[in-house]
């Protein structure tokens, strides 16, 4: 924490800017938000600098404003890696459906291989892991001509069963935002039928769905011993996207403890 106040204060020396300077800009960075947390006094931007005192959100933001700094740069120095954010996530299990807000950033990395052993057939079944020569960091801007943004990501609530075994809990899917229309045909198996990802009142959902009239009908999977769950439409629930991709973990320890509490 104090090397982090003494990487602001050579910042701020080097703009030339004099606490009084620090001070002004901010009551007018606060004065614009309506909110007088975002001032920084002199009293506190000498803490902050000298004693190791950390800033709050606010403080933060108005100094990396005043100073030109990058929010997530400056809070890196703090200890707090923005980019770590998808990853601590999944430490925490969520026993609701929802979407994912999280979004990676340009300038982050992601472990990846980087080198193959020959002789992989993209046709065939294998175990990817022991093809693997080399892993190292590639940026994430080098997956850019993949065009992730242009898809939504749910991730299945450990207690939602509603598609198991098709789409188990816990599993994270891939939306396609375009596809919102309720298609009432053109599948020949459970398999082929489209599954929506849906907000309602309280949550999220994911299911078959039928469009009788203005009720939109959430039809869960035989074996989830789930039943059916009606809504008005569109007011009650929206559409947000068709599944395209599933994600799901083959580990029966969730079946197992589903088993155990029945």
């Not at 997530?72 to 430490?91: I, K, N, T």
């Not at 045909?185 to 299911?207: K, T, V």
């Not at 439409?233 to 559409?239: H, N, Q, R, T």
């Not at 996207?241 to 079946?255: D, F, I, N, Y």
Request: hydrophobic share 40%; with cysteine; aromatic share 8%.
């Amino acid at each position: 924490m104090q090397e982090a106040g003494q990487k602001l204060k050579r910042i701020r020396e080097r703009l030339d800017l004099k606490f009084r300077d620090v001070e002004n800009a901010s009551s007018r960075i606060a004065e614009a938000r309506q909110n007088d947390e975002f001032e920084v006094g002199l009293s506190r931007l000498a803490d902050i600098e000298n004693k190791g005192t950390t800033p709050s959100i606010y403080r933060l933001y108005s100094l990396c404003a005043i100073y030109r700094l990058d929010l997530r740069e400056a809070l890196a120095w703090y200890g707090v890696s923005a980019d770590q954010l998808p990853g601590d996530a999944r430490l925490v299990e969520v026993p609701a459906t929802h979407l994912i807000r999280l979004s990676a950033q340009d300038q982050a990395e992601v472990q990846a291989p980087v080198a193959l052993g020959p002789g992989i057939d993209p046709a065939k079944t294998d175990f990817l892991s022991r093809m693997i020569e080399r892993w190292g960091t590639l940026p994430l801007a080098l997956l850019k001509g993949l065009d992730l943004r242009e898809f939504l990501y749910g991730l299945i609530g450990t207690d939602d069963w509603f598609m198991h075994p098709i789409v188990p809990p816990g599993s994270l899917v891939v939306i396609d935002g375009s596809r919102r229309r309720i298609a009432d045909n053109g599948w020949s198996n459970e398999f082929d039928r489209p599954i929506y990802f849906l907000e309602h009142r309280a949550g999220y959902a994911c299911a078959w769905c039928d469009l009788c009239g203005e009720r939109l009908v959430l039809q869960p999977h035989p074996s989830s011993q789930c039943k059916p769950q009606v809504f008005a439409f569109p007011s009650e629930i929206e559409v947000i996207g068709q599944v395209t991709k599933v994600a799901m973990s083959l580990e029966p320890a969730a079946r197992r403890r589903r088993s155990a509490s029945t």
